[in-house]
């Protein structure tokens, strides 16, 4: 039995993950600030499967060094997770603060602990500049690439696309975490794994029009709500890929019975060419899965840091780690509904009433 530390343990990724912990039978402890909506709601979720739960935020180092360990892994994955998050400066501070600043207390931390670190990072740090600036071919329901350069092309976004950029605040802070992550790993000689996950998605997930799109997409169809597709025209013909929680969960325990093999190792991750969705897709497979057809209008602008196309490369995790996604979009998105309609005072009090 090992013990786990996950940061943002009462998070969409990391409640899932300490669900699976659990259930493997080891210990789990959940640091978390409890800030986000609906955290409470995730915290009782695994304080009942039996998880720890300390109450603390990753901004003061104070608070991780009351922790009771010791720990045989700590998994990061508290971030301000907004993309908009600093737009218009109004919350810049925090985004630094909490996602690059805090996670630097998290690997201070380890390493005065000597203690392996899982981190979980994002797609967000490729420069959306580039990656609207590539060639692309538009079909009846999506936008297609339309040719290949170096990490672009129909099989996805892989490590060696162009850094250099603009990327938003989130994004930024994120690569910020992930190079001094590598450097911590190579100085300290600590054990440490980068997840760059694409979008994540399944039941438990709180989603947001800026984070969980396409939970916030199913809700709002279950809920008969007007949605928009915004940017690139306004036709809705964006692309995403999605990564199902539990294809995630698969691949962190993985790699969490390997962590002496990895300094500082990255991995793109995500739902990968055969489980993308546009948003004109999405509401087509959204009305499909819950009979209801919500208004969608149309707003052409684009907003800052909105991508055009983005799917994950994953050929390195399945050539290194022999890991692939198994389950594909239309799946993440019935996985979604069925936890819905099987817990409606949970629809209710995270999302609101119909409309």
Not at 213 to 236: D, E, K, M
Request: hydrophobic share 40%; with cysteine; proline share 6%.
């Amino acid at each position: 039995m090992s013990t786990i530390l996950i940061t943002g343990g009462c998070g969409f990724i990391g409640s899932n993950l300490a669900m699976a912990f659990l259930r493997r039978g080891d210990r789990v402890v959940a640091f978390d600030n409890l800030s986000r909506r609906g955290s409470d709601i995730l915290r009782q979720r695994i304080q009942e499967a039996g998880a720890g739960f300390v109450r603390g935020d990753i901004r003061h180092p104070a608070d991780l060094d009351g922790l009771s360990g010791p720990f045989d892994l700590m998994i990061e994955c508290s971030a301000e997770p907004s993309v908009l998050a600093g737009i218009h400066g109004d919350d810049a501070s925090f985004v630094v603060q909490n996602n690059l600043v805090g996670s630097l207390h998290c690997f201070e931390y380890a390493r005065r602990n000597g203690l392996p670190v899982l981190f979980l990072s994002t797609s967000r740090v490729y420069p959306y500049d580039r990656l609207n600036g590539q060639e692309y071919r538009e079909t009846p329901t999506r936008f297609a690439p339309a040719g290949k350069s170096p990490g672009f092309g129909p099989g996805g976004i892989g490590l060696d696309f162009p850094m250099d950029g603009i990327r938003s605040l989130y994004g930024a802070t994120k690569l910020a975490s992930e190079i001094m992550l590598q450097e911590y790993s190579r100085q300290y000689d600590l054990p440490a794994v980068i997840n760059r996950c694409g979008v994540v998605a399944g039941p438990w997930q709180l989603g947001k029009q800026d984070q969980g799109v396409f939970t916030y997409w199913l809700v709002s169809h279950l809920l008969n709500r007007p949605l928009a597709t915004i940017g690139f025209g306004g036709a809705g013909k964006q692309v995403r890929d999605l990564l199902h929680i539990d294809d995630l969960v698969d691949l962190v325990l993985l790699q969490a019975g390997r962590m002496a093999e990895f300094r500082g190792d990255l991995f793109p991750v995500g739902g990968g060419p055969d489980s993308s969705l546009s948003l004109l897709e999405a509401t087509a497979l959204c009305r499909q899965l819950t009979g209801q057809a919500p208004p969608v209008s149309s707003v052409a602008e684009t907003r800052p840091a909105d991508v055009l196309w983005y799917i994950t490369d994953n050929r390195l995790a399945a050539e290194r780690l022999g890991w692939r996604p198994k389950r594909h979009a239309e799946t993440v998105l019935r996985d979604i509904r069925d936890w819905l309609q099987a817990n409606p005072g949970l629809l209710n009090s995270l999302f609101g009433a119909p409309a």
